[in-house]
């Protein structure tokens, strides 16, 4: 029906009655008819006309209606999202943020640069026409808490950027959107707000402490009602636990080791047990923190985020807490009573990304100190996995699965079963790699092996080759 109507010639004559000659009503009524047209695919010709309709000089209610129209239709394709970039939409928008423009003008202009956002390509050209000082200006006090919601929803989205990361931080937001972390706040605004910190963090972890953000954002990780505010307020804490400053002390001492452990089970978000995970990881490689970390009952939870049901991400920064957490004899004892290590293999495994694969031998490494543990890493099948680990090309994975097998080759009773498979990789490691730890590793775990090891397993490798 709608495109029969388009075909009709209905579009030019709705855009007539936008003139200043129509009625306040008739604008009105003919701006919804032109936003119901343009969400038909099939009128997609009919877009251009609706960004023209951001225009100075068209009425704040038809800005907003034509606005918010185009923020579905973003939703609705990529394609949708290029015909409104190149129908000149971006530096309207922008403009629409400035004063003067009508409180839900400026929110529908920054929901439709926030979609865009989403999109690598458009990012940079937001940040181009001016949008970062916007974004920035609508956080402050002056304006409504939903517009700094909006404004902050579309800077979260810019800051995926490094650059726009840079430039967000620069031109003042950090306190302003620590502020949108406390009460009076909504718990979208919350989210938003802790999201943008989030990208923020690698510019000045300093500038977000000392903004006192790290009190509120472990308070927002006791709301439960709200899963994606505590995924929101880990994945910021994430991010300020990866410095090696006083901010994991912080945020320890705040409280944050038992409401991240509690993250890690069912009730929370695939991305809140990730960034659970990763703060807990961050966190462990104190050993003060280990400890802590360990009574409150993470590592069965850790070990339960190995399974192949959960992400990459998520196991991956699971096996990473794991490793830091295995700082005593007891806590080893109970990670490998909970079944990490046949999961820890699988995850060495090549459908795994390399991060995985680096962050489960690092973990094995830890386990493997233990005469048993090293005896039931052999049993579950990762010598060869972790050979095919040892790839000159690939050094970060290649250096933690050579300290797996030189850990492993260290209980004498495993070192035949290692030898055969084992060392004419690390000879190729030691020979080809260009990392220069690596080649030393690789160099420190042959010599864990025995000359007569090494001469049979040359001379096996040399005989399989002539034959």
Not at 102 to 110: D, E, H, T, W, Y
Not at 249 to 262: D, K
Not at 342 to 365: K, M, Y
């Amino acid at each position: 029906m709608l495109a029969a109507i388009a075909a009709a010639g209905a579009i030019p004559r709705l855009v007539q009655l936008l003139g200043p000659d129509s009625p306040t009503n008739v604008q009105q009524e003919a701006t919804a008819a032109l936003v119901a047209l343009a969400a038909n695919a099939e009128n997609a010709d009919s877009i251009p006309r609706l960004v023209q309709l951001l225009r100075g000089g068209s009425l704040a209610d038809i800005q907003e209606t034509a606005a918010r129209a185009l923020v579905d239709l973003i939703r609705e394709s990529a394609d949708n999202a290029a015909t409104i970039v190149s129908a000149g939409a971006i530096p309207l928008l922008v403009h629409l943020l400035t004063p003067g423009h009508a409180v839900g003008v400026q929110s529908a202009a920054a929901l439709v640069l926030m979609s865009l956002a989403r999109i690598a390509d458009n990012a940079a050209t937001i940040a181009a026409a001016g949008a970062i000082p916007q974004l920035v200006e609508l956080l402050g006090p002056g304006h409504s808490a939903g517009v700094q919601a909006d404004a902050a929803n579309a800077m979260r989205d810019l800051a995926v950027s490094a650059d726009n990361a840079a430039s967000i931080a620069a031109a003042g937001a950090i306190p302003l959107l620590v502020r949108m972390l406390g009460p009076g706040y909504s718990a979208g605004a919350q989210e938003m707000a802790s999201g943008a910190l989030m990208y923020l963090t690698p510019f000045d972890v300093g500038a977000i402490a000392a903004a006192g953000a790290i009190p509120p954002l472990v308070r927002l990780l006791e709301n439960d009602s709200a899963a994606d505010v505590q995924t929101g307020a880990a994945g910021a804490l994430v991010c300020l636990t990866q410095s090696d400053g006083s901010e994991g002390t912080t945020i320890a001492a705040a409280g944050a080791v038992p409401l991240l452990v509690r993250m890690l089970g069912p009730d929370s978000t695939a991305w809140g047990q990730e960034f659970a995970a990763g703060a807990l990881g961050n966190l462990a490689r104190s050993a003060d923190n280990a400890v802590t970390i360990a009574a409150a009952g993470a590592a069965p939870l850790l070990v339960h985020l190995l399974t192949p049901g959960f992400s990459a991400g998520v196991r991956s920064r699971a096996a990473l807490a794991l490793m830091h957490l295995t700082c005593s004899d007891e806590t080893a004892a109970t990670i490998a009573g909970a079944g990490a290590i046949p999961l820890l293999v699988h995850l060495l495994g090549p459908g795994s990304p390399e991060r995985a694969q680096w962050s489960a031998a690092a973990a094995l490494v830890e386990l493997a100190e233990i005469a048993d543990h090293a005896a039931a890493i052999v049993g579950a099948g990762a010598i060869p996995l972790l050979v095919q680990m040892l790839v000159p090309g690939s050094p970060m994975i290649a250096q933690s699965a050579t300290n797996a097998l030189a850990i492993i080759v260290a209980h004498a009773d495993h070192a035949p079963a290692v030898a055969s498979a084992a060392i004419p990789a690390l000879l190729r490691l030691a020979r080809y790699c260009t990392d220069p730890a690596t080649k030393a590793d690789a160099a420190v775990a042959l010599r864990m092996f025995s000359n007569a090891d090494v001469r049979a397993a040359v001379a096996a490798s040399a005989s399989a080759h002539t034959s």
